[in-house]
Every structure is written in structure tokens, then in C-alpha cells.
């Protein structure tokens, strides 16, 4: 499966975006769905994570409550609503696919990847 993020940019603190994962195949629906990130001198860090029904999902604790992760199997896309952003929320978002039906959290964990989008929060 192909992946493509979209949807970052430039935005004040206390603003919102919406990133969009679009995948290619038909085969979208069996795979959880992840968002990670990266910041500048940091490590890849998880975000969100949701199953292949979207019955189940999983969030990093920073992003708790502000953020939310949908999909839509119809469409081949998930979506990550970014509410409250802050300054330390800017980083390069990547979604990732899955066969694992558990986990989620690491990286390593992940079998596709797509290429990222940035998002800057500006204070």
C-alpha cells in the first residue's frame, strides 16, 4: 500500500488543522492506521493510532483530548484532527499501516510509510 499525507502548514497557537492520510489499493481496510511525528533533533514519535474498523483507537498523552483520529475505508484515508495546537506540537507528520491488531505504538511496528507533511505552530 502507497500512502500519501497532506494537510500541514503554518498555524497560530490555539489554532486547529486537519492532516489527511489518502492510501492506495484495495486493500486499506486491513490494515490499523498510524500517525507519528518527528521534530527537529528528536526521535519519530506516536501520536494516534486506530484499527482497521476504527472501533478502537489510541492516542499519545500529549495529544490527549485535543487531538482525533478518524477513517474513512470507503475513501482509503485517515484523517487526524489537530485541535489546541501548541508550539511544541511542530514536527513533520507521517501516517504509517499496520497488520498488527494490537500495539500500535512503536514505529518499528509498522510495515508502510508514507512521506510526511509539516506542521509549524507558531506562538
Known amino acids: 500500500v502507497q500512502l500519501q499525507a497532506s494537510g500541514g502548514g503554518l498555524v497560530q497557537a490555539g489554532g486547529s488543522l486537519r492532516l489527511s492520510c489518502t492510501a492506495s489499493g484495495r486493500t486499506f481496510r486491513r490494515y490499523a492506521m498510524g500517525w507519528f511525528r518527528q521534530a527537529p533533533g528528536k526521535e519519530c514519535e506516536f501520536v494516534a493510532a486506530?484499527?482497521?474498523?476504527?472501533?478502537?483507537?489510541r492516542y499519545a498523552e500529549s495529544v490527549k483530548g485535543r487531538f482525533t483520529i478518524s477513517r474513512d475505508n470507503a475513501k482509503n484515508t485517515v484523517d487526524l484532527q489537530m485541535n489546541s495546537l501548541k508550539p511544541e506540537d511542530t514536527a513533520v507528520y507521517c501516517c504509517?499501516?499496520?497488520?498488527?491488531?494490537?500495539?500500535?505504538?512503536?514505529?518499528?511496528?509498522?510495515?508502510?510509510w508514507g512521506q510526511g507533511t509539516q506542521v509549524t505552530v507558531s506562538s
Open positions: 486506530i484499527s482497521w474498523s476504527g472501533g478502537s483507537v
Open positions: 504509517a499501516a499496520t497488520t498488527m491488531s494490537t500495539g500500535w505504538h512503536n514505529s518499528y511496528e509498522y510495515d508502510y
